[in-house]
């Protein structure tokens, strides 16, 4: 048995707008799970998602001091992820 994959295929779904939707979607819940874990008043963690070259990325990350200091001292962002 032999298996031939469809590149092209693969490639359409990485580069989809329902990947963009699903990869954002699990940054979001990442972010707002460490959003959960800050103390003081913040901005907190953001999601954000881009188009690279082969496929849509998505990022959980900080946005002001606050949450620059609860990732640094405590790994909130961190511990989010697993």
Same mark, same amino acid.
């Given at each position: 048995?032999?298996?031939?994959?469809?590149? *092209?295929?693969?490639?359409?779904?990485?580069?989809?707008?329902?990947?963009?939707?699903?990869?954002?979607?699990?940054?979001?819940?990442?972010?707002?799970?460490?959003?959960?874990?800050? !103390?003081?008043?913040? *901005?907190?963690?953001?999601?954000?998602?881009?188009?690279?070259? !082969?496929?849509?990325?998505?990022?959980?990350? !900080?946005?002001? *001091?606050?949450?620059?200091?609860? *990732?640094?001292?405590?790994?909130?962002?961190?511990?989010?992820?697993?």
């Amino acid at each position: 048995m032999r298996i031939e994959f469809n590149n *092209e295929g693969f490639r359409a779904i990485l580069q989809s707008p329902e990947c963009q939707a699903l990869v954002l979607s699990h940054a979001t819940e990442i972010a707002d799970r460490a959003n959960g874990s800050l !103390t003081e008043a913040s *901005e907190g963690f953001r999601a954000h998602s881009v188009k690279a070259p !082969t496929r849509y990325i998505a990022f959980a990350g !900080t946005t002001d *001091e606050a949450s620059v200091r609860a *990732e640094s001292e405590n790994k909130v962002l961190s511990r989010a992820v697993g």
